[in-house]
């Protein structure tokens, strides 16, 4: 059954969830809409869902060997179908209710054409939750992904929440982080003028913060 977190909520299971993974020496970073809640501090905003990604060093721990050594290292967690693949869900206990709050998890191999998954170069933010440290990506690495997926999505729901979370990033990204330097990419500038297509409000902040000669010049 599909149902949204409260912020406590959200806080416990990226909490639990970041723990698991540190107990299993898995580096991290948590993204989408779990970040996007937890850093934008907007009550309007909100997610069912965890997701993040994973570096693959040489162990070879991979997104489908993380997803084995969850479910076998706690009965926190159990697997589930999503889109006929399995994944891990953390089983949140609210009173005498459990909820299965799903994560989908990202590594950089199969997605060559994703280098931002590369947590070696991507920035990133470490946030105290239920006295643990969860490292997300940077509002500044998000706002940029949100803009280049609320392009490819275009006007759909989806498309439309992407854009509304870019700008919940914009007003917290740092323009001297590199993910705010669009020179040079086609793509981005692309992406860009679709964002503003969309939310001309937030022009002035673009210009702000945002790097990219081709649209901003």
Same mark, same amino acid.
């Given at each position: 059954m599909s149902y949204y977190l409260t912020i406590e909520q959200l806080h416990c299971a990226v909490a639990?969830?970041?723990?698991?993974?540190?107990?299993?020496?898995?580096?991290y970073a948590v993204m989408g809409g779990a970040a996007v809640c937890i850093m934008g501090s907007d009550p309007q905003r909100t997610t069912e869902d965890v997701d993040s990604v994973i570096h693959?060093?040489?162990?070879?721990?991979?997104?489908?060997?993380?997803?084995d !050594?969850?479910?076998?290292?706690s009965d926190d967690f159990i697997d589930v179908s999503r889109y006929g693949h399995v994944i891990p869900a953390y089983r949140l206990v609210i009173g005498d209710v459990e909820r299965?709050?799903? @994560?989908?998890?990202?590594?950089?191999?199969? $997605?060559?054409?994703?280098?931002?998954?590369? !947590?070696?170069?991507?920035?990133?933010?470490?946030?105290? !939750?239920?006295?643990?440290?969860v490292k997300f990506?940077?509002?500044? $690495?998000?706002?940029?992904?949100?803009?280049?997926?609320?392009?490819?999505?275009?006007?759909?729901?989806?498309?439309?929440?992407d854009v509304g979370d870019a700008v919940? @990033?914009?007003?917290?990204?740092?323009?001297?982080?590199?993910?705010?330097?669009?020179?040079?990419?086609?793509?981005?500038?692309e992406a860009l003028k679709f964002f503003l297509s969309k939310?001309?409000?937030?022009?002035?902040?673009v210009r702000q913060k945002v790097k990219c000669d081709a649209i901003l010049n």
């Amino acid at each position: 059954m599909s149902y949204y977190l409260t912020i406590e909520q959200l806080h416990c299971a990226v909490a639990a969830i970041a723990k698991a993974l540190d107990q299993l020496n898995i580096d991290y970073a948590v993204m989408g809409g779990a970040a996007v809640c937890i850093m934008g501090s907007d009550p309007q905003r909100t997610t069912e869902d965890v997701d993040s990604v994973i570096h693959v060093d040489e162990r070879n721990i991979t997104a489908d060997k993380a997803t084995d !050594l969850l479910l076998k290292s706690s009965d926190d967690f159990i697997d589930v179908s999503r889109y006929g693949h399995v994944i891990p869900a953390y089983r949140l206990v609210i009173g005498d209710v459990e909820r299965l709050v799903q @994560m989908e998890i990202f590594d950089l191999p199969p $997605w060559p054409r994703r280098p931002q998954y590369d !947590l070696t170069t991507a920035t990133r933010r470490n946030i105290t !939750l239920q006295g643990h440290k969860v490292k997300f990506f940077s509002p500044e $690495w998000i706002f940029r992904e949100k803009v280049c997926s609320g392009h490819q999505r275009g006007g759909s729901a989806k498309g439309m929440q992407d854009v509304g979370d870019a700008v919940r @990033m914009l007003r917290l990204a740092d323009p001297s982080a590199p993910e705010m330097d669009f020179t040079g990419r086609e793509e981005l500038a692309e992406a860009l003028k679709f964002f503003l297509s969309k939310r001309p409000d937030a022009q002035s902040l673009v210009r702000q913060k945002v790097k990219c000669d081709a649209i901003l010049n």
